[in-house]
């Protein structure tokens, strides 16, 4: 079955820490991932995909095949980091879904 | 564009009323996605539009939920008769294509009591 893995609910480090989210996923095709970020009072919006190889806000994600993961990490984080950040999972076959984890809150503390 | 709207920002109802949330897709977006989110199952798919057609609902939790895209603007979720348990924020979302951004409308949390 298609899923999309966040074990920490909550993840809490100081300002200057490194940060990492956790991601597993189960799909047997091949996966095309996203890491979507919702800051306090608003939208979901997208943080990152791997296809893009991208760095944004300092953050990177690197697909694993053979891990079956894609963790989300941050060398050192901001307080203004801190939000919900949600893994998710495009599968293309019988009609293809979007799927997303549970949701990992992080908090930054100063 | 404005991005996706949904409507209406927050409902509170009583239990066994009916619920009509509604959702604007970006124009010319072919997929559109209803999401229910809790502090408990974080976000769930409910159902899935492609071309205003539902390909997959195994994600509504009873027959009491109900979706439909009558053309490729407009798209409604009911909840007839609701249920305290249906409290949460549920969210509308477009894209393009499965491998592009999906993007979301702010949510409408509804509160049945």
């Known amino acids: 079955a298609q899923r999309v893995t966040q074990p920490e609910k909550l993840l809490s480090v100081f300002k200057g820490a490194p940060v990492e989210l956790k991601c597993n996923y189960s799909?047997?095709?091949?996966?095309?991932l996203f890491w979507y970020v919702q800051y306090s009072r608003q939208r979901l919006q997208l943080l990152l995909r791997?296809?893009s190889r991208e760095s944004i806000k300092g953050f990177t994600a690197d697909l694993n095949k053979g891990e079956t993961s894609f963790h989300l990490k941050k060398p050192f984080a901001q307080e203004e980091d801190s939000a919900m950040y949600y893994c998710?999972?495009?599968?293309?076959?019988?009609?293809?879904?979007?799927?997303f984890g549970q949701g990992t809150e992080l908090s930054v503390k100063p | 564009d404005a991005g996706v709207i949904q409507s209406p920002r927050h409902e509170v109802t009583e239990m066994g009323q009916e619920v009509t949330l509604r959702c604007k897709p970006i124009?010319?977006?072919?997929?559109l996605f209803w999401y229910r989110q809790t502090m408990m199952r974080g976000l769930e798919l409910l159902i899935y539009?492609?071309?205003?057609?539902?390909?997959?609902d195994s994600g509504m939790p009873e027959d009491r939920f109900s979706a439909k895209m009558p053309n490729a603007s407009f798209s409604t979720l009911k909840i007839q008769p609701s249920e305290p348990r249906d409290s949460a924020v549920y969210f509308c979302?477009?894209?393009?294509?499965?491998?592009?951004?999906?993007?979301f409308g702010q949510g409408t949390r509804l509160t049945v009591v």
């Open positions: 998710a999972l495009a599968i293309y076959n019988q009609g293809g879904k979007l799927i």
């Open positions: 124009s010319g977006h072919d997929y």
């Open positions: 799909y047997s095709g091949s996966p095309e």
């Open positions: 979302a477009s894209t393009l294509d499965l491998n592009t951004e999906a993007f």
């Open positions: 791997h296809i």
């Open positions: 539009f492609n071309n205003n057609v539902p390909i997959d």
